[in-house]
């Protein structure tokens, strides 16, 4: 006898939730649900723009000439350094040339300062006289001057201080404006000072600013007339903070004659004929730019460093071919 079970028949399905551990799938048009956001996401990492990135020391290698090549680079770029700051604290004259009258203010005058001796000329026949292109002709010019005698009252040491025009011209030391004129002047001299313009005390600037300082004419004919002929630069400094200054270089040629005209010996003078060159010389005062001091440093600390490296790399490699080399040997 037989038991019989009932098969269960199909029936039309219910909604309902679905068994435990099942995946129900979405039919036709269902939307699928979004999916979950990880709670994980790698946040930003500011340390991805390192360039310099870390080699632990344990994968480095140490070596002798590393070491000498490392302390040589350190103390070549200390050299280069100190040399760069040198450079840098230190400030540089910078000249240029242009076609300008710079000292426009000067009202067309230049100042002129002179300091002769004259040993064998009593100081009541010394005198001073201008005259120029403009038409200014003055004998026995006394203003800002001094006479002060020499050898007991025998010569003249003569100082002026005058200006000048700011065209072609002379002035001259004679006895012309003497009242009674000598018979045999004695025109023998030292000149301790000429100088236009502004006395300019820079180490750094070398220029013609007093080129007849010393010049002795006492070995010479006493009758004999003397020709300096001169040619007046304008000269412009303008130090650090813009201040500028205005002097004067020249340079000088020079004769000595005995003149004579029909009526007989011509009374001998000092002429001292002047013409002005259009060309300027400016000379700036600078500093190094800080940019400029920071390239350079820039300059010398990498490139000693690439070439120490590259140095240090190709001894490294010799030395070990060479161990390799060797070891072969020995097997």
Known sequence: MGCAFPVPRPGPSLPGPAAAGSEATPGPG???????????????????????????????????TGAIISVCCCLFILFLFLSELTGFI?????????VDDPDKDSGGKIEVNLNISLPNLHCELVGLDIQDEMGRHEVGHI????????????GCRFEG?????????????????????PQNPDMTHVI?????GDKLQVHNVHGAFNALEGADKLS??????????LKIVPTVYEDMSGKQRYSYQYTVANKEYVAYSHTGRIIPAIWFRY???????????????????????????????TVAGILDSCIFTASEAWKKIQLGKMQ
Request: aromatic share 12%; with cysteine.
């Open 30 to 64: 269902a939307r699928s649900p979004p999916a979950a956001t990880s709670a994980s996401t790698m946040p930003f990492d500011f340390r991805r723009f390192d360039i310099y990135r870390k080699v632990p020391k344990d994968l480095t290698q140490p070596t002798y």
């Open 90 to 98: 230190a400030t540089e004259i910078v000249n240029e040339l242009y």
């Open 143 to 154: 203003d800002n001057s001094m006479k002060i005698p020499l050898n007991n009252g025998d």
């Open 161 to 181: 201080h005058f200006s000048i025009n700011k065209v072609p011209g002379n002035f001259h030391v004679s006895t012309h404006s003497a009242t009674a004129q």
């Open 192 to 196: 301790h000072k000429l100088s236009f």
């Open 220 to 229: 010479s004919n006493p009758l004999a007339s003397h020709d300096y002929i």
């Open 275 to 305: 013409d002005l060159s259009p060309i300027t010389v400016k000379y700036t005062e600078r500093r190094q730019p800080l940019y400029r001091f920071i390239t350079s440093i820039c300059a010398i600390i990498g490139g000693t460093f």
